[in-house]
């Protein structure tokens, strides 16, 4: 290898050694945001977790029954994705409710809600 190549060289082991090594962790939420996918372990500690409802600023119903669009919902998988076909548990409600997030969950979704808090 000649003079030249040398800087680019170790420049170029270097960004292999940055690029192969481990992601930092970050520190699971808590509180959980009342929208979107988190993986359990990655991204949020399992546990009980609690939300004060829906984050809609108005709840509309129709028949004396809210509409879909007014509800916080949630969901538990049994798989890191959002396969339907792998949920463990779900609720909606435009009150509190928990989710409970075990061991053997592997991600949760939620939209629509206020942010979930862990209480236990």
Request: glycine share 6%; charged share 10%.
């Amino acid at each position: 290898m000649s003079r030249t190549a040398q800087p680019w060289a170790l420049i170029l082991a270097a960004a292999a050694a940055i690029a192969g090594a481990a992601p930092a962790s970050a520190d699971p939420l808590d509180p959980i945001p009342g929208e979107g996918f988190f993986l359990v372990g990655a991204d949020i500690t399992p546990g009980l977790y609690n939300t004060t409802g829906s984050a809609s600023p108005f709840v509309l119903y129709i028949n004396d029954v809210p509409t879909q669009d007014s509800m916080c919902v949630w969901f538990t998988y049994s798989t890191p994705d959002t396969n339907k076909d792998r949920v463990v548990a779900t609720n909606m409600s435009v009150g509190p409710m928990n989710a409970a997030i075990n061991s053997t969950v592997r991600a949760f979704e939620s939209h629509n809600c206020q942010p979930w808090t862990r209480v236990g």
